[in-house]
């Protein structure tokens, strides 16, 4: 079965740090872009960054950029996001995905709820 | 930044057909992907390059994307397809990926 596993996430203090984990298995890890997106509870989905299949090409959305590192490492079949300065807005449920399709995402983790509060 | 915009909620008695909409300019010169969210799940693609089912998923839900319109029908509504529904493309002008707000279907 072809699935990705979260780990990571939790509650840290305005500023703190954190790193999400997201393993892989069930299929050739190595050959898919990965990417990580956000949701507030209650709220709409919202994209954070994407990284390549051998992590030689990153994006991040503007509201993370500088502050939040994707990277990953294939021999682990793993992606992780390093997630510092966090900040209160930052709190939301953050979901690793596969791109498929022309960056469709079609297979997600089960999500971690991040959540930044003093 | 490139917007993707859909309709809050959409309504539709069961057995009939739901439309839901994401409007985004010349949206049809990109490939749209449409995922479906239960409450408390992860969201499932349902509908990629506009109108490409992934396996296991029902014949019921379509797709089309032309001009600065791209719709999401969903033919004989179920009760099972209560749910929150969300656009998503590629904008390579910026390589973000974006979604629109989110359309939550409601089954009468």
């Known amino acids: 079965e072809m699935q990705l596993v979260q780990s990571g996430g939790g509650l840290v203090q305005p500023g703190g740090s954190l790193r999400l984990s997201c393993a892989a298995s069930?299929?050739?890890?190595?050959?898919?872009?990965m990417h990580w997106v956000r949701q507030v509870p209650g709220k709409g989905l919202v994209w954070v960054s994407r990284?390549?299949?051998?992590?030689?090409?990153?994006s991040y959305a503007d509201s993370v950029k500088g502050r939040f590192t994707i990277s990953r490492d294939n021999a682990k079949k793993t992606v992780y996001l390093q997630m510092n300065s966090l900040r209160a807005d930052d709190t939301a449920v953050y979901y690793c995905?596969?791109?498929?399709?022309?960056?469709?995402?079609?297979?997600w983790g089960q999500g971690t709820m991040v959540t930044v509060s003093s | 930044s490139y917007v993707l915009t859909q309709p809050p909620s959409v309504s539709v008695a069961p057995g009939k057909t739901a439309r839901i909409t994401c409007g985004g300019n010349?949206?049809?010169?990109?490939?749209v992907h449409w995922y479906q969210q239960k409450p408390g799940q992860a969201p499932v693609l349902v509908i990629y390059?506009?109108?490409d089912r992934p396996s296991g998923i029902p014949e019921r839900f379509s797709g089309s994307n032309s001009g600065n319109t791209a719709t999401l029908p969903i033919s004989r509504v179920e009760a099972g397809d209560e749910a929150d529904y969300y656009c998503?493309?590629?904008?390579?002008?910026?390589?973000?990926?974006?979604f629109g707000g989110g359309t939550k279907l409601t089954v009468l």
């Open positions: 995905a596969r791109a498929g399709y022309a960056n469709g995402f079609d297979i």
């Open positions: 069930g299929f050739t890890f190595n050959i898919y872009w």
């Open positions: 990284i390549n299949s051998d992590g030689n090409s990153i």
């Open positions: 010349n949206i049809g010169s990109k490939s």
């Open positions: 390059y506009d109108s």
């Open positions: 998503q493309v590629w904008d390579s002008s910026s390589d973000h990926v974006v």
